[in-house]
């Protein structure tokens, strides 16, 4: 047996009023919305009628509460099209035929004004369609899902009025200045006049123009025009602008490049117009991801916006004014590095992340632009021209531990190594060697520095060899092996090196001690499936002063505690934690120091 859904209308209205939509205040939007289609319908109808749309707040007698009064001189409603537009939810071939005929349509009619039972308790229409000016009907609305229509015995022009009255807890949406920001705000683009009345005087709400629908005399007026619309819209002062034209999407607009360096985290969110009613400040998706460092005001004709029309479907013709959007960023860019290198490179100290990104993925935006990328190095920041000026090889290392661990013993040894820690500064790297390879690239870690090390002549070898036997043994239950070498800086007294594997099973035994019973058991699998015999390497230089006085020690307790020492202190200063062992001979390692300051103290006393 079948059965039908038993349909809830209060609920839907419910669910459309109050939970489709981010913002009670969004009814504004809906309004304007329906009395644009309707004048646009109307347009079809009499091409050179001239609409027009009103808001007014009646004066309101005592305590009674507010009333807001929309109008529009549109196409009006026939009977028939009051409950095809007003009274149905869901699909309708009629209404759908109607929509695939007229694309200048922005939204779906009564599906939108149903929005305004989020302020208002009650609907009231009167409309008169233009198709038929002998009959005006009256269509009440209520919150539960009824309605009522009625024949009016007035006659009325052509065109429909919206009644909505406040109910408690919404006086803040009537009040004149909200409803007059809204007005503006959500219909500032719209191409008819939309007055605002509020009992004292008429305001018209739209006046301004934004600047791509205007004409310049010339580039320095396009520019100054521009860069104020930013200013009066986001209070901000940009640090360039970027027209924005695209037949896909049907989009126009610009966009504001910004004058600081945003956050990879922050959401990239733009101020979009569908039809040139506003759709959201918050819209994502408009542009590539590596276009963080620009905001933008666009409207575009011929994208599908979501059921609450606060941002569009993620569908192909999304995708398509998204690539074309971003190319148009591209070559704004290729443009300024012919045009004006010097602003380009302040463009690139505040965006550099955007354009890494474009560079990593545009092998010919690469080419044009490598020259000009900036990347920290031991000595200092400099660009991939600079660098390859002075040095032969292009030396990186692609962790921020292994940077900071490597960065004073490779200047020591003039070497310039790049830190390619940061976002893309890695791929672009090796990006360099498919572009240009005779350009040498090399990655460098701790453990290839020793390679560079001076290796000690036969006499001090044998001078080192008891400290080289001890460290060995205390140290082989760490999985650590000793050598010596000479190296610079002297003030270094030891390096720590750990391959991959190892620094993976550091990981792995770090993470075991403070894991539960459950997680321990697995890694302790995980672990199991490694080889035992990779060995973490820890270089004495013998250039240090510290270190070449403990080779010619003779008392073996306070050489024990010295290679304790220092084995922990080159750990600590690779930036890797401490496991609990480790944290154990350091404890042992300072207790024995303080116990033997004291005993030779207490000899002294004696």
């Given at each position: 047996m079948e059965y039908k859904f038993q349909v809830n209308l209060g609920g839907i209205i419910d669910l459309l009023a109050n939970?489709?939509?981010?913002?009670?205040?969004?009814?504004?939007?809906?309004?304007?919305?329906?009395?644009?289609?309707?004048?646009?319908?109307?347009?079809?109808?009499?091409?050179?009628?001239?609409?027009?749309?009103?808001?007014?707040?009646?004066?309101?007698?005592?305590?009674?509460?507010?009333?807001?009064?929309?109008?529009?001189?549109?196409?009006?409603?026939?009977?028939?099209?009051?409950?095809?537009?007003?009274?149905?939810?869901?699909?309708?071939?009629?209404?759908?035929?109607?929509?695939?005929?007229?694309?200048?349509?922005?939204?779906?009619?009564?599906?939108?004004?149903?929005?305004?039972?989020?302020?208002?308790?009650?609907?009231?229409?009167?409309?008169?369609?233009?198709?038929?000016?002998?009959?005006a009907f009256e269509w009440r609305g209520n919150a539960?899902?009824?309605?009522?229509?009625?024949?009016?015995?007035?006659?009325?022009?052509?065109?429909?009025?919206?009644?909505?009255?406040?109910?408690?807890?919404?006086?803040?949406?009537f009040r004149p200045e909200t409803v007059k920001r809204l007005a503006h705000h959500y219909g500032s683009l719209l191409p008819f006049p939309i007055n605002f009345e509020d009992g004292a005087a008429t305001t018209l709400v739209n006046e301004d123009r934004p600047p791509w629908q205007e004409e310049f005399l010339d580039s320095d007026f396009e520019r100054e025009a521009y860069l104020e619309y930013g200013r009066t819209t986001f209070g901000t002062e940009f640090f360039d602008y970027v027209s924005l034209r695209s037949s896909a999407g049907d989009v126009s607009g610009v966009a504001?490049?910004?004058?600081?360096?945003?956050?990879?985290?922050?959401?990239k969110t733009h101020r979009v117009y569908l039809k040139n009613m506003l759709l959201s400040e918050q819209t994502e998706g408009l542009l590539p991801?590596?276009?963080?460092?620009?905001?933008?005001?666009?409207?575009?004709?011929?994208?599908?916006?979501?059921?609450?029309?606060?941002?569009?479907?993620?569908?192909?013709?999304?995708?398509?004014?998204?690539?074309?959007?971003?190319?148009q960023l591209r070559h704004y860019l290729i443009d300024l590095a012919t045009s004006n290198p010097g602003r380009l490179k302040q463009l690139i100290q505040l965006h550099f992340l955007s354009i890494k990104a474009l560079a990593v993925d545009d092998e010919e935006f690469f080419r044009i632009f490598f020259k000009w990328l900036p990347f920290e190095t031991n000595m200092g920041t400099m660009t991939l021209t600079e660098y390859i000026k002075d040095h032969d090889v292009i030396r990186y290392v692609p962790d921020?531990?292994?940077?900071?661990?490597?960065?004073?013993?490779?200047?020591?040894?003039?070497?310039?190594?790049?830190?390619?820690?940061y976002t893309y500064d890695a791929e672009l790297i090796q990006k360099i060697n498919e572009v240009f390879p005779n350009i040498q690239l090399e990655m460098v870690d701790s453990q290839s520095l020793t390679h560079s090390f001076e290796y000690l002549t036969l006499a001090e070898q044998d001078e080192v060899a008891k400290l080289i036997e001890l460290a060995n043994e205390i140290l082989l239950p760490f999985k650590c092996m000793?050598?010596?070498?000479?190296?610079?800086?002297?003030?270094?007294?030891?390096?720590y090196n750990v391959s991959a594997e190892v620094q993976f099973k550091r990981s792995i035994e770090t993470t075991k001690e403070v894991a539960d019973t459950f997680w321990s058991s697995v890694l302790d699998d995980v672990e199991a499936g490694l080889g035992d015999d990779a060995l973490a390497q820890l270089c004495f230089n013998y250039r240090?002063?510290?270190?070449?006085?403990?080779?010619?020690?003779?008392?073996?307790?306070?050489?024990?505690?010295?290679?304790?020492?220092?084995?922990?202190?080159?750990?600590?200063?690779?930036?890797?934690?401490?496991?609990s062992k480790e944290m154990a001979l350091l404890n042992e390692g300072l207790l024995g120091f303080i116990e033997r300051g004291a005993d030779v103290f207490e000899g002294w006393i004696q």
């Open positions: 939970h489709t939509y981010s913002s009670p205040q969004i009814f504004i939007r809906e309004l304007l919305q329906n009395g644009v289609d309707a004048l646009v319908a109307r347009r079809h109808l009499e091409p050179e009628h001239r609409g027009e749309m009103h808001l007014e707040l009646p004066p309101q007698s005592g305590n009674a509460s507010p009333v807001l009064v929309f109008r529009d001189n549109g196409i009006g409603l026939t009977e028939d099209e009051i409950h095809l537009f007003l009274a149905t939810i869901g699909q309708s071939s009629k209404r759908d035929e109607l929509f695939a005929q007229h694309r200048d349509f922005i939204g779906q009619f009564g599906v939108g004004l149903l929005s305004c039972f989020v302020v208002s308790e009650q609907i009231v229409v009167r409309t008169c369609s233009a198709k038929d000016e002998t009959k539960d899902g009824t309605y009522s229509i009625k024949l009016l015995d007035q006659k009325m022009e052509p065109g429909t009025e919206v009644r909505l009255y406040c109910k408690g807890g919404s006086e803040d949406n504001f490049v910004l004058p600081f360096s945003p956050s990879l985290a922050m959401r991801d590596w276009a963080f460092f620009v905001k933008c005001v666009v409207n575009a004709n011929d994208l599908r916006p979501t059921a609450s029309r606060e941002s569009f479907y993620e569908d192909e013709a999304l995708a398509v004014t998204r690539r074309a959007l971003g190319l921020r531990d292994q940077f900071r661990q490597v960065a004073r013993i490779a200047g020591a040894q003039s070497l310039c190594i790049i830190n390619a820690a000793v050598e010596i070498r000479a190296f610079s800086p002297k003030e270094l007294p030891a390096l240090n002063p510290v270190v070449y006085k403990i080779t010619r020690m003779r008392d073996e307790t306070l050489l024990r505690l010295s290679i304790q020492i220092l084995y922990v202190q080159a750990i600590l200063l690779s930036h890797r934690p401490l496991n």
